[in-house]
């Protein structure tokens, strides 16, 4: 992992902050897989599963997003949208944001889900 002096390569942020953001026009990009993704998510999201790193890479690239408008990637609890935030980065994204415990943290705020 990283040390206490390393710097992320992304910001952690919580759930109220991500609806903030994507109300305001972030991108929401939801990395979990089509099942984890029928059971709820962010109704505003994208679902781009990552499956590995240069598969994730290449399907993020073809969504055609901006580089420069925010971008909050989402999972279960926030592990694997750490990894997508990563990636992004390293693909020259300049606004990335994960969210911190994933759609656990974003139905404990009790913020909707859509099926």
């Known amino acids: 992992m990283y040390d ?3 710097q992320l390569p992304y910001s952690e942020i919580d ?3 991500a609806k903030r953001l994507i109300e305001a026009g972030a991108h929401a990009i939801d ?3 089509l099942d984890e993704w029928n059971g709820g998510h962010i109704s505003q999201a ?3 599963p990552i499956d590995g790193i240069y598969a994730f890479g290449k399907a993020l690239a073809e969504q055609n997003l901006p ?3 925010d971008v ?3 999972c279960a ?3 694997r949208s750490a990894s997508a935030s990563e990636i992004a980065r390293l693909l020259g994204f300049q606004k990335v944001y994960n969210l ?3 759609m656990h943290g974003w139905m404990s705020y009790g913020f909707p889900a859509t099926r």
């Open 4 to 6: 206490e002096e390393e």
């Open 72 to 74: 909050i990637f989402v």
């Open 67 to 69: 580089k420069d408008e």
């Open 100 to 102: 911190a415990h994933g």
């Open 77 to 79: 609890s926030g592990r």
């Open 15 to 17: 759930a109220e902050e």
């Open 46 to 48: 994208t679902l781009v």
């Open 31 to 33: 990395v979990r897989q």
